[in-house]
């Protein structure tokens, strides 16, 4: 019964190379998001989804796309993929009309190589 | 300018003593809210606490309150009775605008480590 799940956990790869990461939410939420932690800790938001809408979009490569093919997914492609893109990236969901406490993923640890 | 400052990048503290996490903030948006989460070594982000810039009365959840100071933007984490499984990165995090708009931002975290 968990709330916000990702796969997969952990990613290794090679630069250049194209990956997903998969999010899937069962608590009825209406809004995601998708956020990166550098090895500094900090954390910072990519993209969020409400609606099937995006409506955040901090200045991200655009080589990192989000796709929601439902309320309950939003999953994160990386095309091409550098050396800055390793770290870990969360997916979050919220519910609009509430106090918007996220609700985090467990996390996938990205290294690329 | 950073919208969610935590000036303290360490913090210690003995087993079963309060612990005053600071947090400051930058908003010219009368509607926002203010979060606390923690994240152990483990690496997954727990919502702690939250409080909402209309609230009156400071946010408290067991042992976690927030000494919330609308006027010198200032939302701090207490914690009371530490545990040995407090010590975790601590995040502040602020939203704004209206509740169908949520902006968020994180601060850069506060290390606690608490001792036996």
């Known amino acids: 019964d968990t709330a916000v799940s990702q796969t997969p956990k952990y990613l290794v790869t090679q630069m250049g190379n194209d990956k997903s990461i998969k999010c899937e939410q069962n608590l009825g939420h209406d809004t995601m998001y998708w956020y990166k932690q550098d090895s500094k800790k900090f954390l910072k938001i990519m993209f969020s989804?409400?609606?099937?809408?995006?409506?955040i979009n901090e200045t991200v490569p655009n080589r990192f796309s989000p796709k929601s093919p439902d309320k309950a997914h939003l999953n994160l492609h990386i095309n091409s993929l550098e050396l800055g893109d390793s770290a870990v990236y969360f997916c979050a969901s919220s519910h609009r009309g509430r106090n918007n406490e996220q609700f985090f993923g467990p996390g996938t640890r990205l290294t690329v190589l | 300018a950073q919208k969610i400052t935590q000036t303290q990048p360490g913090m210690f503290v003995q087993e079963k003593e309060a612990v005053t996490l600071d947090c400051t903030y930058d908003t010219s948006d009368p509607s926002y809210g203010l979060f606390w989460y923690k994240q152990p070594s483990s690496g997954e982000m727990i919502f702690l606490i939250y409080?909402?810039?209309?609230?009156?009365q400071n946010a408290t959840e067991g042992r976690y309150s927030l000494n919330f100071q609308k006027a010198r933007k200032s939302a701090n984490l207490v914690i009371s009775a530490s545990q040995l499984g407090d010590s975790a990165m601590y995040f502040c995090a602020m939203r704004e605008g209206q509740r169908g708009s949520y902006i968020p931002t994180f601060g850069r975290g506060t290390s606690l480590i608490v001792h036996p």
């Open positions: 989804y409400n609606n099937k809408e995006l409506i």
């Open positions: 409080q909402g810039s209309y609230d009156q």
